[in-house]
C-alpha cells in the first residue's frame, strides 16, 4: 500500500478539495477502483501448450506431419487441443475470485468540492476529500470519521463475516464497502483502490493466484518428465543403432512416432479429471460444493485445517450461560427485567437469546402486562437501552440493560455487594463472555435497582468437538483462527478440546506484549519494595499481580510498533506449527499463517466466510468457504459448503429411519418460529442452520476428507497403473527394434490398444478402495518404483514370449504381431487389478462391479478383434487367444508377487511402506 502523506488529509470540513486538487491528487493516487494486471487470456491459453506432455503431444505431431502419417496427425491434435480448452476453462473459473471484488465497490458517494455538497461516483474520490456518510450507505474508501455525530453503527460482516455490528466514534477509521447500519458523520478519505484496506485485500487474492500450483499439477508434470526422459534414451539408443546398420531414415522417423506415441499418457489427464469430477458430485451430495477439482486431492493430503471459530466452530448465534443473580432476586425476574428493556422487532442477535430464554420459562406472556411509554435504543455513548413502562397495576417502572460498568455504577451501593458484581464481570470477561448488567427501578425513584449479569457467548456447534476428534485421529489438526480476543478463543478453545496454546496474533508479528509485562512486573516490584514498606511478601504480590493485570488491559487497546521483538522465521514457523489456535487475527495474519505452514511442507486447508478470508482461501491448499460466506469468498475458495433447507433436513432425517414432521406454533405471528419433531422431541423455534449443525459445520468438511481420500486412492492406482503400462510397451518395443529390427505391434495397434485401454478405465472413478487413517499426497519415489518394477515384470513377460513365438516357433511376423496385440489387451487390465490395494489382489475392498464389467468388456472385445481381425490385423484363432488369456492370468499373479515383494522390501529395509 501507499502511504499518505499525513498532511494531505488536514481538508477543511467547511470547504472540502477543490475540483483542481482533486484532480491532481487523482493524477498522483490513482481512480478509486480495483485494478490489478491480468495476464491475457491468449498468454494463459498459450501456457496450455506448454509443458512436459504437451510438448510429447507436439513432437508426435510433427513427426506425424513429416511422415505424411495425416490420421495419425489429426487424432494427436485433437487430443492436444482438448487438453488444453478443458485446463482453461477450468482456471477462468477460478479467476473469478478478482472480479467478484473488484464489482464490490460502491458506485456513488456525496463529496465536498469547492464549499459544495455534491454526488460524484465513487471512482473519482481521492485522499483528502471531505465525505458525508449516513444510514443505509455502502463506505466508498477508507475514511477517518471527523463529526456530525456521535456515534456510527458500521456493518462490516461483508469484510470479517461476524455477525455483529461495530460502533464507531470520531477519530476512528472505518473501511471501504462496509455498510451504515445507524448514524451520520462527515469524514476524510484516507485510502482509495487498492490502498484501502479492502483493495489489499484483492491485492493478496491476486498475490495468492499467481503463487506455486497444486501438488496434483505437479504429479502430473513428474510423470511426465519421467515419460519424455524414458522416451528420449529409448528413441536415441534405437537411432543410434539403425544408423550405425543404415537404416532409412524415414523408418527410423515412424519408429520414433510409433515409440513417441505409444509413450504419451493419452486419456491420463482425462481420467484423473473424470474421478476427480465424479468425486465432486460425490461431494456435493454431502453440501460441498467443489469448484476446483485439484483440491479434492490437495484435501485427501491435507493436514492442517485452520478454522474460523464463528459460524465453523460455532453457531454463530448468541446463547446465554449461567446466569448471576443480586440478592432478592431470581433468574426469572432477571430475564423478565431484560426482555422489557429489549424491543423483539428490532431481531438484535444480543436481545434475542434473552426472548428464547423467556420463552422456554413460560414468560413471555408476562411481558404483555406491561405497556411501552418510552423506549430509548442503546448507542455507544450511553451504553445501554432503556424503557419506561407501565404495569397493568398502574405502577410505572423505568428497566435499562447494557454495559455491565455502567449498569453497576447506576444502582444503589447499599442493595448489592458491587465489588463482587464487578469481580463477576471480571471473570465473565476472562471466560470470553459479552455480559449484560440489567436493573430498574420506580419512575419516582432516583437511582436504580440492581438485579443481575447475563453472560453471552457464541456456543460450539452440537458436533463440533467429536468432529474435531475425529479428523484429529485422521492426522488432520485443527487450529482455530479468530478475530475475537484472546479470552474468547481460549474459553471456545477448552470446550471444544482444541488445545490450551492459543497464541495472540500480535506475538506472531513481533508485537509481544510479554516483554512489556515482565518489565511492567520487574519495576513495579522494585518500586512497591521501596516506598511501601509495610507490605507483606503476600500483599506485594497481589499488588504487583493487579498492576500487571491492568498493564495486560492497557496494551491489549494498544497498537503496537511492529517488530518490536524480531524472530528468525524458522522460530515463527516453529510457533506456529506449535500453536491450537490464533486470536485477534486480520485477513493478512489468516494468509501470513497459511504461507509460513506450507513453507514448513504442511498441506494447510482454510475455511472462512467474509471478503477479508479471501487472500487466505485463494493462498491455502484447500480453501473452504462455509455455509452463508459471501460471494468473494466463495469465489476464492475451492470447495463451498452449502446449508440445506428445512425440506432437505427433513428428507435426510427421515432417509435415516427418524420419525420426523415439521411443527409450527399457530398463535405466533413469528415466521421464523418453526420447528422440528424427531422421534416425539419437539424442538421449536428454530431456523435451517440451527438445526443443520451437521451439514454446515467442520462435519461436512470430515466428510469430505474421507471422500477425498477414496478419490486419491483411485487416482494413484491408476497413475502406477498407467506408468507401469507404458514402461512395458516403451521398453519391449525399443529392445525388440534394436536387437531383433522387429516391430512387435503396429502404430494403428497401438491407438486401439490406447482406446481398449483407457476409456473403459474411467470405471476407476467407481472403485471401492480403502480410507486411510492418515493424510495422503503424492510420493512420486514410491510412485515410480512401484511401477517400473511391474513394468519390468511386463517387459519380461512380453520377452518370454516374443522369443517363443519367434526364436522357437519361427511364426510369420505379421501373425507373431496380432498375437502380441491380443497378449498386451488382455494383460493390460490385470495390472490395474495389481495397483488397486496394498495387499493380494484378492483381499478386500473387491473391484467394483462397474470397474470389473468395463475392463472385462474391453478384453472380450480386445480378442473379438484379435480373432477374426477386421481389416486391421492379421486374425489369430480362438485357440492362440485363449492361450492368451492363460499367460496373461498366471503373468498377472507373478505381477501380483512382484508387487507384495517391492512393498516388503521397502518396508522392511528401506523403513519405507509403499501405499498404493
Not at 450511553?382 to 440493560?401: F, I, N, P, W, Y
Not at 468432529?467 to 470446550?495: F, H, Q, S, W
Not at 477425498?708 to 503400462?725: D, G, H, K, L, P
Not at 488397486?836 to 464389467?853: T, V
Amino acid at each position: 500500500m501507499t502511504d499518505i502523506d499525513p498532511s494531505l488529509l488536514q481538508t477543511d470540513p467547511q470547504s472540502g478539495l477543490s475540483s483542481e486538487e482533486a484532480g491532481k491528487r487523482q493524477q498522483q493516487f490513482g481512480r478509486n477502483i480495483l485494478e490489478t494486471r491480468e495476464e491475457s487470456w491468449l498468454a494463459r491459453l498459450a501456457r496450455r501448450f506448454w509443458g512436459p506432455i504437451p510438448w510429447m503431444i507436439e513432437t508426435a505431431a510433427v513427426l506425424s506431419a513429416s511422415v505424411q502419417r495425416w490420421e495419425d496427425f489429426t487424432i494427436i491434435m485433437v487430443m492436444l487441443l482438448v487438453n488444453a480448452f478443458v485446463d482453461f476453462y477450468q482456471e477462468s473459473k477460478a479467476l473469478n475470485a478478482i472480479e467478484v471484488l473488484k464489482q464490490k465497490l460502491a458506485l456513488q458517494s456525496t463529496v465536498k468540492r469547492d464549499g459544495q455538497w455534491q454526488q460524484l461516483p465513487a471512482a473519482e474520490l481521492v485522499p483528502g476529500d471531505i465525505v458525508k456518510i449516513r444510514i443505509g450507505d455502502i463506505i466508498p474508501a477508507d475514511i477517518k470519521l471527523l463529526s456530525g455525530g456521535d456515534f456510527l453503527q458500521i456493518d462490516q460482516s461483508a469484510l470479517t463475516g461476524e455477525s455483529l455490528p461495530v460502533d464507531k466514534k470520531p477519530g476512528e477509521e472505518a473501511y471501504a464497502n462496509t455498510v451504515v447500519k445507524q448514524g451520520e458523520m462527515i469524514a476524510v478519505v484516507t485510502g482509495t483502490g487498492l490502498n484501502t484496506y479492502f483493495g489489499k485485500t484483492v491485492g493478496l487474492v491476486a498475490k495468492a493466484q499467481m503463487e506455486g500450483r497444486s501438488h496434483f499439477k505437479r504429479m502430473v508434470i513428474k510423470v511426465g518428465n519421467f515419460l519424455i526422459l524414458l522416451t528420449v534414451v529409448m528413441i536415441a539408443v534405437i537411432i543410434y543403432l539403425g544408423i550405425k546398420r543404415g537404416e532409412p531414415i524415414t523408418e527410423l522417423l515412424i519408429f520414433s512416432l510409433v515409440l513417441t506415441i505409444s509413450a504419451i499418457p493419452v486419456a491420463m489427464p482425462a481420467v484423473l479429471t473424470v474421478t476427480m469430477a465424479i468425486g465432486a458430485t460425490a461431494l456435493a451430495r454431502k453440501q460441498a460444493i467443489v469448484s476446483r477439482l485439484d483440491a479434492i486431492e490437495e484435501l485427501a493430503g491435507m493436514d492442517i485445517l485452520c478454522s474460523d471459530k464463528t459460524g465453523t466452530l460455532t453457531q454463530n448465534r448468541m446463547s446465554v450461560a449461567p446466569a448471576y443473580v443480586a440478592d432478592g432476586f431470581s433468574e426469572d425476574d432477571l430475564f423478565l427485567y431484560a426482555g422489557l428493556a429489549s424491543r423483539v422487532e428490532n431481531l438484535d442477535p444480543i436481545e434475542q437469546p434473552i426472548f428464547e430464554i423467556l420463552k422456554q420459562r413460560g414468560l413471555r406472556d408476562k411481558l404483555n402486562h406491561y405497556s411501552v411509554k418510552k423506549f430509548i435504543p442503546f448507542d455507544p455513548v450511553a451504553k445501554r437501552t432503556e424503557a419506561t413502562l407501565s404495569s397493568s397495576d398502574g405502577v410505572t417502572l423505568v428497566v435499562t440493560k447494557g454495559a455491565p460498568q455502567v449498569i453497576i455504577d447506576l444502582c444503589h451501593n447499599n442493595d448489592f455487594d458491587k465489588q463482587a458484581a464487578f469481580d463477576k464481570v471480571d471473570s465473565f470477561a476472562q471466560s470470553g463472555f459479552r455480559t449484560l448488567g440489567v436493573a430498574f427501578k420506580k419512575a419516582d425513584a432516583e437511582v436504580f435497582t440492581f438485579v443481575g449479569l447475563i453472560p453471552l457467548f457464541d456456543p460450539p456447534r452440537e458436533d463440533s468437538k467429536a468432529t474435531i476428534a475425529e479428523a484429529r485421529a485422521r492426522g488432520v489438526v485443527t487450529k482455530m483462527v479468530t478475530g475475537d480476543n484472546l479470552a474468547v478463543a481460549k474459553y471456545i478453545a477448552r470446550m471444544l478440546d482444541i488445545g490450551e496454546n492459543i497464541e495472540d496474533i500480535r506475538e506472531l508479528r513481533g508485537e509481544s506484549t510479554e516483554e512489556y509485562l515482565l518489565l511492567a512486573k520487574v519495576i513495579s516490584k522494585a518500586l512497591l519494595n521501596s516506598i511501601r514498606t509495610d507490605l507483606s511478601n503476600e500483599q506485594l504480590q497481589h499488588t504487583v499481580d493487579n498492576i500487571v493485570s491492568q498493564v495486560r488491559k492497557e496494551l491489549n487497546t494498544r497498537v503496537l510498533p511492529k517488530g518490536t521483538i524480531k524472530k528468525h522465521e524458522s522460530e515463527i514457523i516453529a510457533q506456529i506449527e506449535a500453536a491450537d489456535g490464533f486470536a485477534q487475527v486480520y485477513p493478512e495474519d489468516k494468509y501470513f499463517i497459511v504461507d509460513k505452514l506450507q513453507k514448513a511442507g504442511h498441506i494447510v486447508g482454510m475455511t472462512g466466510d467474509g471478503v477479508n478470508d479471501a487472500p487466505a482461501l485463494k493462498k491455502a491448499d484447500v480453501g473452504i468457504a462455509v455455509s452463508g460466506a459471501t460471494d468473494a469468498a466463495r469465489a476464492a475458495a475451492d470447495i463451498v459448503l452449502v446449508e440445506p433447507g428445512l425440506d432437505t433436513i427433513v428428507e435426510e432425517l427421515k432417509k435415516a429411519g427418524h420419525a420426523v414432521k415439521l411443527t409450527k406454533n399457530e398463535d405466533s405471528e413469528d415466521r421464523n418460529d418453526i420447528g422440528i419433531s424427531v422421534n416425539g422431541t419437539t424442538y421449536a423455534p428454530c431456523k435451517a442452520a440451527d438445526i443443520v449443525l451437521m451439514a454446515s459445520g467442520l462435519r461436512v468438511i470430515v466428510d469430505a476428507i474421507k471422500q477425498a481420500r477414496v478419490i486419491f486412492e483411485r487416482m494413484q492406482s491408476y497413475t502406477i497403473f498407467r506408468i507401469a503400462e507404458t514402461i512395458r510397451i516403451i521398453i519391449f518395443m525399443s529392445l525388440a527394434i534394436g536387437l531383433f529390427q522387429f516391430y512387435p505391434v503396429t502404430a494403428l495397434m497401438i491407438i486401439v490398444l490406447a482406446l481398449l485401454n483407457d476409456i473403459p478405465i474411467l470405471a476407476i472413478a467407481y472403485d471401492n478402495t480403502k480410507v486411510r487413517e492418515k493424510p495422503v499426497r503424492w510420493n512420486m519415489h514410491q510412485v515410480l518404483a512401484m511401477a517400473s518394477w511391474l513394468g519390468l515384470a511386463g517387459v519380461l513377460s512380453s520377452f518370454l514370449l516374443f522369443w517363443i513365438l519367434i526364436v522357437y516357433m519361427k511364426l510369420p511376423l505379421d501373425f507373431v504381431q496380432s498375437v502380441f496385440f491380443a497378449k498386451l489387451v488382455i494383460a493390460g487390465h490385470g495390472t490395474i487389478y495389481n495397483t488397486r490395494i496394498d495387499d493380494w489382489f484378492f483381499k478386500r475392498p473387491y473391484p467394483s462391479l462397474l470397474l470389473f464389467s468395463a475392463t472385462f468388456s474391453s478384453r472380450v472385445v480386445g480378442t473379438v478383434i484379435a480373432v477374426y481381425g477386421f481389416g486391421l490385423m492379421t486374425p489369430i484363432g480362438w485357440e492362440w487367444a485363449l492361450g492368451m488369456w492363460a499367460y496373461a492370468l498366471t503373468w498377472f499373479v507373478f505381477n501380483d508377487v512382484v508387487k507384495m515383494a517391492v512393498l516388503r522390501f521397502y518396508h522392511h529395509l528401506k523403513g519405507v511402506e509403499v501405499e498404493i
